[in-house]
């Protein structure tokens, strides 16, 4: 048993069952995602999956968007943690990032709706309550993963700034590299490649996504 379980079992119940309905309709959504569009998925529906009441589901999310904006906190904690095992292993900071981007690249190219689902909760800008993310339900989903409880969830804020920082600290980027705008730079690169190829051209989406990274990287002083 790792020692994630090890907390988690120790919590109490109210605690535990809170972490496992609020991820069980993160899970309904994914799920769902699979064969439909957001607006084609009934909240009904995913309360069958997670096995609770439909007046149970306002407990956790105010709406279906509700939860995509949970996934992109999730998502987000999780870079933290890839990251981090990039640079235990050695990878440069520069390569940490394109690790990165490429693995969610990946990812979103093997079920692309929920990228766009993204991209249209963020054009419509919905104000939507963040989500606490207790520890039980960072323990209950990172089982593996030590010190988890302390990463945050708040997109791409969460890390990618960072290790901007860290590149240019190691001089992996140019000393005078303007954080703030290439942090703008990635950010765009990340939606804007996914609105253009995912429905257009999805064939071209991760290699352009490579080819997009060598270029900003390039400019900003990055020589392998």
């Known amino acids: 048993m790792t020692l994630n379980n090890r907390k988690f079992l120790e919590l109490p119940q109210r605690q535990k069952n809170f972490a496992k309905t609020k991820l069980a309709l993160l899970n309904a959504l994914l799920d769902e995602f699979e064969t439909k569009n957001l607006s084609s998925i009934k909240i009904r529906d995913l309360c069958l999956k997670a096995e609770v009441s439909e007046p149970t589901f306002y407990n956790y999310f105010n709406s ?48 692309p709706r929920i990228m766009l689902e993204i991209l249209s909760f963020l054009a419509h800008d919905t104000e939507l309550p963040v989500h ?74 991760v290699p352009a996504f490579e080819a997009e990274l060598d270029f900003i990287f390039k400019k900003a002083g990055y020589e392998k």
Do not use: R
């Open 64 to 111: 279906k968007q509700h939860i995509v904006l949970y996934f992109i906190q999730i998502w987000s904690i999780e870079m933290n943690v890839l990251a981090d095992s990039f640079k235990k292993a050695g990878t440069s900071t520069i390569d940490t990032i394109k690790n990165i981007f490429l693995k969610s690249a990946k990812d979103i190219s093997s079920c």
């Open 132 to 205: 606490e993310i207790s520890d039980a339900e960072k323990w209950l989903h990172f089982k593996e993963v030590d010190a988890v409880e302390t990463l945050e969830g708040k997109g791409m804020d969460s890390f990618l700034p960072t290790l901007i920082g860290e590149a240019v600290l190691n001089g992996e980027l140019d000393k005078d590299t303007d954080q703030g705008i290439l942090f703008i730079m990635l950010s765009s690169l990340f939606l804007g490649t996914s609105l253009l190829l995912l429905k257009k051209d999805p064939e071209m989406y």
